[in-house]
């Protein structure tokens, strides 16, 4: 079907980079064959080519996830987050919210925890808001559920009116698959997860899914998943089938259009905070409790420097996961060492001198604002006075280290504005901003979300997107700009021309 034509009329170019001039009047933009080939004040209607009128919103470069987990992502997502309810009301309204939403696809909740209320829930209450729509909703600890009749029924359960508990629960568990006809991982069940992120302007996504492979993306892609950008990373583990294929890093997936393409080597180098396992240079301040006291790398120097080689030599880059300043700094030498070229995925914590070496030697930083937002109590809490050598992306820039904002879904929601926000007010709640020395603004971190991009042009990718707001409007303060970033409406999207996402 692709390449596609498409006419944008009277959209304003939202300026990329550094030295971009200031926008100017709307423009009409062209996309003939996936690319853009002209802009000009007023274009005539071509025939046969798809219009759409801006009428005054701001027109960028599509958004780009650069660290996505696309199987996680897509099976957390079908999971309604219940954690946040305090109450059987707070409840049923998220449950009839997500009915609404996603009218006939079953639902399965998760996660809240009636031992502190005060009152038994009813099924019949459930069915009143979720009608012939399955709906399961599973409580915090496990050991129950809470289901509708359509559910019930679905299950060849019993009908009743109080929820299932213990063992008749944990029989039944298994067999949630059958509600969705599948383990979750269906071609429908992906697409949802591509639509959404589409209405969010993400035009493409690094795919670095565990233990997938290419054959499943293959198969997926000709059953519809075939709507944004993708690169399929691979690990060590399929490594020598990728360099057998002769796939290098850019190269269409056989069988697929070269809108989906081979992308990376991923190393995952060392742990996480969060489980004290990222490698560190100096102790973590629990380290008394640990085997490790200042985590550990996961791979010798000399195993990475190996998979670093076989990568390089086989046309592939690198995708190197290192939280820790030690394993910053090992993945540094690894690439100075071998000539890899590629990413440090999250870099989490730095050596100052590491982001010079690391601009030095042209490797990306791929990096994820939103998880800032969670680490903030806990980096000062194990890494005492290590907080502003942590997602230190002023210093990045400034030494001209290429940065690339991702989510890593599921660990935070697959959804740019996010990232964008987070990277600019550098503070999920009331307090101040974490670091404000190494946030970002709107057009730096716009400018870090769309591939390398620069603004609109003649010659651009037909992947754009019309937004209702202008990205780079600067509020009185960065809580302002941060709020309106991350509610950032996104009227259209279009890939390689072809509208994916549209509200006009
Ligand atoms: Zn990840």
């Known amino acids: 079907m692709l390449p596609v034509s498409l006419l944008i009329r009277r959209a304003r170019l939202v300026p990329i980079g550094p030295a971009a001039a200031p926008p100017q009047h709307p423009v009409d933009v062209l996309v003939e064959d996936g690319v853009v080939t002209t802009v000009a004040a007023h274009l005539d209607p071509r ?40 109450s059987p009301e707070q409840v049923l309204a998220l449950a009839a919210e997500r009915v609404a939403s996603l009218p006939g696809v079953p639902v399965i909740g998760w996660g809240h925890r009636p031992g502190g209320w005060t009152r038994d829930v009813t099924v019949a209450e459930l069915d009143a ?13 496990g050991h129950h559920a809470w289901l509708n009749t359509t559910a019930l029924m679905h299950l060849a359960m019993p009908v009743r009116d109080s929820v299932v508990r213990e063992t008749e629960w944990f029989a039944v568990y298994p067999r949630l698959v059958t509600l969705f006809g599948s383990d979750g991982t269906s071609p429908d069940a992906f ?16 795919d670095f899914e565990f233990g997938g492979s290419r054959d499943d993306w293959t198969e997926r892609w000709g059953h519809d998943c075939d709507l944004l950008r993708v690169r399929w990373a691979t690990y060590a583990d399929t490594l020598d089938d990728v360099v057998a294929a002769g796939l290098r890093t850019g190269d269409p997936l056989p069988g697929c259009d070269d809108r989906i393409t081979m992308g ?13 396992t990222a490698w560190c240079c100096d102790p973590y301040s629990d380290a008394h409790r640990l085997e490790h006291p200042a985590g550990q790398p996961n791979l010798s120097g000399a195993e990475l420097r190996e998979l670093l080689a076989r990568a390089h030599a086989g046309g592939l880059e690198v995708a190197t996961h290192a939280i820790g300043d030690a394993a910053v700094a090992e993945a540094l030498g690894a690439y100075a060492d071998t000539g890899a070229i590629g990413s440090i995925e999250h870099a989490q914590l730095v050596g100052r001198e590491d982001v010079c070496r690391m601009a030095a030697l042209g490797v990306r930083a791929s990096v994820q604002p939103a998880h800032l937002l969670d680490d903030r109590d806990l980096t000062e809490l194990a890494w005492p006075g290590r907080a502003e050598r942590c997602f ?15 989510s890593d879904a599921p660990v ?17 709640d009331d307090r101040d901003p974490w670091h404000a020395e190494q946030a970002l603004t709107p057009a730096e971190a716009l400018a870090a979300s769309v591939d390398g991009q620069p603004t ?29 970033l991350r509610s950032m409406p996104v009227a259209l999207t279009a890939v390689a021309g072809r509208v994916v996402h549209s509200t006009l």
């Open 392 to 406: 230190a992306f002023r210093w990045m820039l400034d030494d001209g280290v290429e940065l690339a904002l991702g």
């Open 191 to 206: 697409r949802r997860t591509l639509d959404a992120a589409a209405a969010r302007g993400v035009v493409g996504l690094v």
């Open 264 to 276: 990376p080597l991923k190393i995952i180098s060392d742990g996480s905070l969060n489980t004290r």
């Open 456 to 484: 609109v042009g003649v010659g651009s990718p037909g992947d754009l997107v019309l937004l209702d707001a202008d990205p780079l409007a600067v509020g009185p303060d960065s809580a302002a700009t941060g709020a309106a």
């Open 129 to 141: 808001v979720t009608g012939e729509t399955p709906v399961v909703l599973i409580a915090g600890d």
């Open 47 to 86: 025939p046969g080519v798809e219009e759409h009128d801006a009428d005054g919103r701001w027109c960028a470069p599509g958004l780009w996830d650069q660290h996505v987990h696309l199987t996680q992502w897509t099976l957390s997502s079908q999971r309604l987050d219940l954690a946040a309810a305090r």
């Open 412 to 428: 935070s929601p697959l959804d740019p504005w996010l990232a964008i926000a987070a990277a600019v007010h550098r503070s999920a």
